[in-house]
């Protein structure tokens, strides 16, 4: 006999993840060298770099921050058909958000390296971290770029660094500018953070902390004039204080030595709660 079917209560409301107000919020676009933008909210970073044959965009925060960035681009005179390249630093909701709707608005090619591509294709699901906590719209990598490969345009090259120090697929990027009539050095140092991760006889990741061992050492050794970071607060950057954008330089080097200690004292910590094993 089949069942008496007995009314249930509605199924539960999707629950998106939130985040905090800074990563939100708007600033107006400002010049960091000659032909680099900063285009982001006050603490996500997205820069866009003008060249001679189109522009480069080079992350994008989160997934609603799609409109504010074509706006902001438009602002600078920047049209979507002049986006040559977008480039992300790791695919984390809260960067590579937006990547989907910037890649239909501008036609651009999408360049990541292999383990990005496979994120972004899962829209950030099943991470290795944070299992389905902050998915975005998936996108199609188009070009795969290797460790040390370089993408030129309009007389520019921006090279690939691998520095795996977050997430698999982490990827720092760097370029030559011009500032007060001098070449300028500026490296897009990806983050350096394990917030939460399982450090110590990881399943999924069992040389997790080897990974970020080559990750600080590669970013020490980056040209780096100029550090920017994907949270701008992270290498002191205040963008939302248009009088006080940098007032606390870092160097590559003292970004990656105080990553790396914050790394120690975290496996001190873990390796405590195991009994110290």
């Known amino acids: ?25 708007p600033i107006a676009p400002f010049a960091i060298a000659d032909r680099t933008w900063y285009i982001g909210t006050a ?15 080079i992350d994008g925060g989160m997934p ?9 681009l438009a602002g600078l005179g920047i049209a979507p058909a002049e986006v040559r390249y977008l480039l992300t630093s790791h695919a984390h909701g809260d960067h590579a958000g937006p990547m989907a709707a ?6 651009a090619t999408l360049a990541g390296n292999a383990e990005t591509a496979v994120l972004l294709a899962r829209g950030g699901s099943d991470d290795i971290h944070f299992g389905d906590g902050i998915v975005f719209p998936p996108v199609e990598v188009d070009r ?12 520019m090259a921006f090279t690939a660094h691998a520095t795996p120090a977050h997430t698999p697929g982490s990827t720092s990027w760097t370029w030559t500018d ?6 300028l050095a500026i490296a897009y140092a990806d983050s350096a953070t394990a917030p939460g991760y399982d450090l110590l006889d ?23 004039d100029l550090l920017v970071t994907p949270h701008p607060d992270a290498s002191g950057w205040t963008p939302q204080d248009a009088g006080n954008r940098h007032p606390h330089p870092m160097t590559c080097a003292a970004y990656a030595d105080a990553a790396e200690a914050r790394l120690d004292a975290a496996l ?10």
């Open 178 to 183: 011009t500032r007060d009539g001098k070449p």
């Open 43 to 57: 603490g996500l970073a997205a820069l866009v770099v003008r060249t001679d044959d189109g522009a480069v965009v």
């Open 102 to 107: 910037l890649k239909r608005a501008t036609g």
């Open 202 to 224: 990881n399943p999924r990741y069992p040389r997790i902390v080897d990974d970020y061992r080559r990750g600080f050492a590669t970013m020490r050794a980056l040209p780096c």
């Open 144 to 155: 795969i770029v290797m460790d040390g490969e370089t993408i030129e345009l309009g007389g």
């Open 268 to 277: 001190e910590t873990q390796r405590a709660a195991q009994g110290g094993r």
């Open 64 to 72: 609603q921050a799609a409109p504010m960035l074509l706006e902001h």
């Open 1 to 25: 006999m089949p069942r008496t079917l007995v009314a249930a209560e509605p199924l539960p409301q999707l629950q998106a993840y939130e985040v905090r107000e800074s990563w939100r919020q």
